[in-house]
Structure formats: C-alpha cells, structure tokens
C-alpha cells in the first residue's frame, strides 16, 4: 500500500460521463481518493453520498473529491445519476490503480476468503505526494474523518 510520503500513482481512468480524468490534472490543489467495493450498496452508497453532501465543504477546502471502484462504466453511471453524485467516480475494471494503490486485498464474508477492495482513503498534497492514509473506513463517518482532517491542517 502506499504510505505518506509516496508519489502518488498518476493514473487516468474514465469516469461516470466517460471523461478520462488523469491525477496529474489536478496538481496545486489537494485530492481525495477514495477507493471503495462495489456501487448500489449500502456501504458504498452511504460513503459515496456523505462525500456527495459535503462537497461544497470540500470545494471551499480547494479539494477535490475522486472515487474508484473496479465497477463498470455503466454501473458508475446509474449509481452516480440515482444518487446525484457531485464528483468524478472512476471505473478501474482492469485494477491498475486499485493495484498500484495497494487497496487490492484478502477479505473474508461469510467464511470465505476472496480478493476484494479494501475501502481506503487518501490525501494526496498539491504536488502529488501522499499526504495521509485512511485505512479500513467507516463508510458512514469517512467523509467527516476526512474533511475534519483537512480543516485542521489548513
């Protein structure tokens, strides 16, 4: 997993409106980069949404707000337009970011072991560096850890 201090991982992926969104376009203002499980469901969805409600919060923290999830375009579509996402959530199909990241993780349900997304947050700093890492969020309570962070290290 990448640790504070690393580069962050400079992907480009598409979002919920099929626009290629590429990190690097947002260098000089922070990032929050969350990784999520799966759309549509109730985690994802109250995470996804929380993040969602406090964007003007964000928006006047001069951050921007990126999820991803291994999901599909059209999955990212329907979830974001049923929900009134506010921000870019990225379609990793192919894992590329979720491996370079290191969120891609053994998980147990049910008693069984499987590779899944480990839901992970992270503050990337103006120049592209991790800045903080959230590992194994609450997702009712990530966006509030998240921005309670941000307003005191402003």
């Known amino acids: 997993m990448l640790k504070i201090g690393d580069k962050a991982y400079n992907f480009s992926l598409t979002d919920q409106d099929g626009k290629l969104v590429t990190l690097s376009d947002y260098l ?5 980069l969350f990784f999520y499980p799966k759309d549509n469901t ?3 969805t109250a995470q996804a949404c ?11 923290l ?14 990212h579509q329907n979830f974001a337009s049923k929900f009134n996402l506010k921000y ?9 970011a979720i491996e370079e990241y290191g ?38 309570e ?7 962070y941000l307003k005191n290290v402003k």
């Open 28 to 32: 000089g203002k922070k990032v929050v």
């Open 42 to 44: 109730p985690g994802c």
């Open 50 to 60: 929380s993040f969602s409600d406090g964007i003007n919060d964000f928006k006047d």
């Open 62 to 75: 001069d951050v921007q707000v990126i999820g991803i999830s291994k999901d599909k375009h059209k999955s």
């Open 88 to 96: 870019p959530i990225l379609s990793d199909e192919n894992k590329v």
């Open 103 to 140: 969120v891609l993780k053994n998980k147990k349900l049910y008693g069984k072991t499987f590779l899944g997304v480990s839901r992970t947050t992270f503050i990337i700093d103006e120049k592209g560096y991790i800045e903080k890492v959230f590992e194994d969020v609450n997702p009712k």
């Open 142 to 148: 990530d966006s509030k850890i998240v921005l309670d």
